[in-house]
């Protein structure tokens, strides 16, 4: 179980990682309560937990504050820690329907029936194909024949 002062020291971190933006009422991944999927992730991944483990003593350890400063420092100092929290980050926050939507895009789900994709009509595959199809095979025949 994670502690809040853990939860609290990740909001800070995840503040700095997605700052919010007032103008646009967009929150920062901290406000937004990103650091509960961060630690359910963690739940489920050993190695994702001993990242977030490692963060967290890390920043306890060098200051009382978070800061941009400081973020940059662990990103610099312990880059795929740094990396994995950031992916999860971005993985928590920006597939949220209600931040897609602030941002301009689909409510929708990314996978697997997210966006709409249509499909490229015949006459635009066909142009794209074209030298493809036209200098054929280039295979070696699996059964010996020529």
């Known amino acids: 179980m994670w502690l809040e002062n853990e939860k609290n020291i990740l909001n800070d971190i995840l503040d700095q990682l997605i700052p919010s933006n007032p103008e ?3 929150p920062s991944a901290g406000q937004l309560g990103i650091a509960s999927f961060i630690f359910e992730i963690a739940n489920k991944s050993l190695n994702f937990k001993d990242d977030i483990i490692f963060i ?4 306890l350890s060098k200051a009382d504050k978070i800061s941009p400063c400081l973020v940059r420092k662990l990103e610099k100092e312990n880059p795929n820690a740094f990396v994995s929290l950031l992916t999860e980050t971005y993985k928590g926050y920006y597939s949220r329907p209600d931040i ?5 895009l689909s409510k929708k789900p990314v996978h697997p029936s997210g966006y709409l994709v249509e499909s490229e009509n015949n006459d635009y595959l066909a142009q794209i194909t074209n030298t493809v199809r036209a200098r054929g095979p280039i295979y070696r ?3 010996g024949g020529q």
């Open 141 to 143: 025949d699996p059964t």
């Open 56 to 59: 967290l003593d890390w920043t």
């Open 24 to 26: 646009r009422n967009i």
């Open 100 to 104: 897609r939507h602030k941002l301009g």
